[in-house]
C-alpha cells in the first residue's frame, strides 16, 4: 500500500528555516512528479513546489521562490522541502503528493498525499 509520511513541521520564528521531509513507501515515487502544497486557515489549498524525477525540473509558487528549495534523495524515496526566511503568511499546513502526470503545478493531478504536517511562523 502506497503512503505518503510528512515530517519537519513546527513552530519557528520569522527568518528562521525548517526543513520538511516526505517519506514514500509501497511504490518508487522519485522518478515521477513530486510536489508540495500548503492550505492556510481559511484558505483553498495552494502549490507551493514540485520537481520533476524524471527531468530535474523544479518548480515554484511566485511567492516562496529564491525562499524554498525542493530536492529528492531516490536512495531513499524522500523528497524534502528547505524552506529558508519565513514569514508568518508561509503558515499553514503542508502537504506532500507523487503524481504520474498531468500538470505539474495542479494538485488535480496528483493522486497520492501525506496526512500533511503544521508549520506556524511567528512574527
Known amino acids: 500500500q502506497e503512503q505518503l509520511v510528512e515530517s519537519g513541521g513546527g513552530l519557528v520564528q520569522a527568518g528562521g528555516s525548517l526543513r520538511l521531509a516526505c517519506s514514500a513507501s509501497?511504490?518508487?515515487?522519485?522518478?515521477?512528479?513530486m510536489g508540495w502544497f500548503r492550505q492556510a486557515p481559511g484558505k483553498g489549498r495552494e502549490f507551493v513546489a514540485a520537481i520533476s524525477g524524471t527531468t530535474g525540473g523544479t518548480y515554484y509558487a511566485d511567492s516562496v521562490e529564491a525562499r524554498f528549495t525542493i530536492s529528492i534523495d531516490n536512495a531513499k524515496n524522500t523528497w524534502y522541502l528547505q524552506m529558508n526566511n519565513l514569514n508568518p503568511e508561509d503558515t499553514a499546513v503542508y502537504y506532500c503528493a507523487a503524481s504520474f502526470g498531468g500538470r505539474i503545478t495542479t494538485s488535480s493531478n496528483y493522486p497520492y498525499w501525506g496526512q500533511g504536517t503544521q508549520v506556524t511562523v511567528s512574527s
Open positions: 509501497g511504490r518508487t515515487f522519485t522518478n515521477n512528479n
